[in-house]
């Protein structure tokens, strides 16, 4: 059909043999065929059978439309897809750009260890900003920082949001969102960081929060920060939106990597950004933010003391009451598994797992925060093709019973 995902999935034998036990749908209509006593799905009433669909994962809930005119008709109902029942919790996929002029590329799906080939709504290519938040995704163009989007990527429901207020081109900007789980109504944050003309230490640093239950913008501060300028990583984390600044120089800086935090509740007395500095727990060579269970976690690159532009080895940290605790490191045979690592690589995770990319590999690690696991993910149907290709990538939640 017009406009629905393109369910091809890449994966070798030992994939398939685990996911054999879950996925039955292909075999459906050969079970009831067979001379042996077999119980029909057809005889189940729609109330029933939907409860059964619904402990699919979302991959086959969407090869269950082929089976039968009926199981279409169920698994694309509006009751089926808005009943939060029929969306038990899964493990987030990983989208996986694979080239830069056009945003193709390959989603990951942990629970059946699988790749498939999916078309991204809205978006130009893979140089937009993205963020992420219970089965929505935000993007954002990297032109003119005016045009932004917020989809599902699963159900391909799209809806465009306004233009931004402030600089349509400033020298550095971050996008975050954050979905409430009750409402689903949804916030973006912006934070553009633009040099003050002739002065390489000062910095215009502009928050801007757009809220979907009000429709509107609202460019809540305003603030030239002295030795600091913006950076590319910013995550919304209990109502807090925390971003990442780096040194320019000009003011003592034990590390060349800080952290803001911004309260967006407007309750707070917060004057001024350079009061709500967090300090980083090393010297980084980057950072990487993400909301797992209203918990802030940083994956970081950990950086020589002498050069921190050259990384030595990764770790992953969490915040509490604004000190940070390690969580763990990377083993060193994962690090060197990723082949030539640059001082800044891809992460991303929601709940308890994270996910980490070289830039320069289409290879794709994991780390279960919960049964403290670094794991492979099943190898990428996508190979490097020439030396300089570079590869990105966000993750996300399957979800059906939600939209912009």
Not at 238 to 248: A, K
Not at 334 to 357: A, K, P, T
Request: proline share 6%.
């Amino acid at each position: 059909m017009a406009g629905e995902i393109a369910w091809i999935s890449h994966y070798d034998d030992e994939a398939r043999k685990e996911s054999r036990d879950i996925d039955l749908l292909s075999e459906a209509r050969e079970e009831v065929d067979k001379e042996e006593t077999v119980i029909s799905l057809d005889v189940l009433p729609d109330e029933l059978l939907e409860r059964i669909l619904a402990y699919l994962p979302v991959a086959s809930i969407f090869r269950a439309r082929s089976v039968c005119k009926r199981w279409h008709e169920i698994v694309t109902s509006k009751r089926f897809l808005w009943n939060p029942s029929n969306s038990p919790q899964q493990k987030p996929w990983y989208f996986m750009f694979t080239g830069s002029e056009e945003p193709t590329g390959r989603a990951y799906d942990p629970n059946l260890r699988n790749w498939y080939c999916i078309e991204l709504p809205f978006i130009g290519n893979s140089n937009w900003f993205i963020s992420s938040s219970r089965g929505l995704v935000c993007f954002m163009d990297n032109g003119s920082r005016s045009q932004l989007c917020v989809c599902n990527p699963i159900a391909r429901s799209c809806r465009v949001l306004p233009e931004p207020p402030g600089l349509r081109f400033s020298d550095y900007v971050t996008l975050a969102m954050s979905v409430d789980k009750e409402s689903n109504g949804y916030t973006v944050g912006i934070v553009k960081s633009k040099q003050v003309p002739e002065n390489f230490f000062q910095w215009d640093i502009s928050i801007h929060i757009y809220k979907s239950e009000e429709e509107t913008w609202a460019t809540p501060l305003t603030e030239v920060l002295i030795g600091w300028r913006g950076a590319d990583e910013s995550v919304i984390c209990n109502g807090i939106l925390y971003f990442v600044v780096q040194s320019t120089g000009g003011v003592p800086s034990e590390n060349r990597h800080a952290l803001v935090a911004y309260n967006l509740s407007g309750r707070s007395s917060q004057t001024s950004l350079r009061k709500s500095f967090i300090q980083v727990p090393c010297s980084l060579s980057c950072a990487r933010l993400m909301n797992m269970k209203e918990k802030l976690v940083m994956v970081g690159g950990i950086g020589k003391q002498d050069r921190p532009d050259i990384i030595k080895g990764i770790g992953i940290w969490v915040l509490h009451d604004r000190k940070w605790e390690e969580i763990v490191r990377m083993p060193n045979k994962y690090f060197q598994g990723f082949g030539e690592f640059d001082e800044v690589f891809g992460s991303r995770g929601i709940d308890d797992l994270i996910y980490i990319q070289s830039y320069g590999s289409p290879a794709l690690l994991t780390f279960d925060r919960n049964i403290k696991q670094w794991k492979w993910s099943q190898k990428c149907p996508v190979s490097k093709r020439f030396p300089l290709q570079v590869f990105s990538g966000f993750c996300f939640e399957p979800r059906l019973d939600i939209a912009p």
